[in-house]
């Protein structure tokens, strides 16, 4: 059988041209894959991957629907005071204090409670007694030029006792139909606690990086010096920042009075611990400088699931903190390729 020959008009490819462009495409895939820069700029989003196959596989409850809506509220918090501490991070500052103003705001709010302000007082109380600690932790810093670590480790320990004489040591029970609604109520697949940190973290977003503010706030952990020199008051940029993050601590503080039912006089130390564990994890430098919202917000999600994945496979609660400092230290030491 005679074969037609090919058109003048199709062009042909030499025999092996095909075959050489999928060998650079597979060798530039591997070098991509070789290069430590992928594997820390990314890495909190692998950890999480290969974490949900893995629990995924091992038990049959973890991906049921339930579960993932009981891991999004459980991580609503975290996501709060986590991008409150991001931005106080991106300054090249920590904020020690957050645990405390948690539970300082939450017992305000319970005084206030108590005392019959009403709800909505309260909840103010509550988010203007987070604001004020944090607005007083940034203008010692800012202003008296004493380091962060000492100034909102000593705030720490100032709310921690303020809850307890303002409680006098004993939970205070919070319960309104608002509260109840915000702890239970949902909109749709997703619950309002999960929405409002969606909320929380989309604003923080835009304002990190669409504002003028955002990038004096990027500057000003880069180098102050520069900042200053460009003519940016730091000074106030840096009480921005922690006044937001204790607002954020204030809002976390009536989240979980709302979650609890309660204003518990105890200082949320995990959740202080977590905040900077989800920030490392989310690639944002310690040093200031270069952050990000979506990376710790995914750092959060990726805490509370590992926790809810080890309870579920009946890891005892003493092996847990070991898991997850782990996993900090790993991406701690991953930033180092960052780029």
């Not at 619950?191 to 940190?197: E, G």
């Not at 102050?224 to 008051?233: D, K, L, S």
Request: cysteine-free; overall charge neutral; glycine content about 12%.
């Amino acid at each position: 059988m005679s074969q037609q020959a090919p058109s003048a008009d199709v062009a042909t490819a030499p025999p092996d041209a095909d075959a050489g462009a999928n060998l650079r495409s597979r060798t530039g895939l591997v070098d991509y894959l070789k290069d430590p820069s992928f594997w820390a700029n990314w890495a909190v989003v692998v950890a999480l991957v290969v974490l949900v196959l893995i629990f995924g596989t091992l038990s049959d409850v973890f991906l049921t629907p339930g579960n993932i809506d009981a891991i999004l509220v459980a991580s609503a918090i975290l996501i709060v005071l986590t991008v409150g501490q991001t931005y106080v991070i991106v300054t090249a500052g920590i904020d020690l204090s957050l645990g405390s103003v948690v539970t300082f705001a939450s017992v305000v709010l319970g005084w206030a409670f108590g005392n019959r302000w009403g709800i909505g007082a309260a909840v103010l109380a509550g988010l203007l007694a987070g604001l004020a600690a944090g607005l007083l932790n940034g203008v010692i810093i800012a202003k008296g030029k004493i380091t962060d670590f000492i100034v909102t480790l000593g705030m720490l320990s100032v709310a921690s006792g303020a809850a307890l004489v303002l409680s006098d040591g004993r939970p205070v029970q919070v319960q309104d139909p608002l509260l109840l609604d915000l702890a239970a109520g949902a909109a749709g697949p997703l619950r309002y606690m999960v929405l409002l940190a969606v909320v929380v973290a989309v604003l923080a977003h835009v304002l990190l990086f669409h504002t003028r503010f955002g990038t004096h706030l990027l500057a000003t952990g880069g180098s102050a010096e520069v900042a200053r020199a460009m003519g940016i008051n730091v000074a106030r940029i840096k009480i921005a920042a922690y006044t937001i993050s204790g607002l954020l601590g204030g809002l976390a503080g009536v989240m979980l009075t709302a979650r609890v039912g309660a204003a518990e006089p105890v200082a949320a130390t995990a959740l202080l611990l977590s905040s900077v564990a989800a920030v490392v994890l989310g690639g944002v430098s310690l040093f200031g400088g270069r952050g990000t919202v979506v990376g710790p917000v995914v750092g959060a999600v990726l805490l509370t699931a590992l926790v809810n994945g080890l309870t579920l496979l009946g890891v005892s609660q003493f092996y847990q903190p070991i898991a997850v400092g782990s996993v900090v230290i790993l991406s701690a030491l991953l930033t180092r390729w960052q780029t």
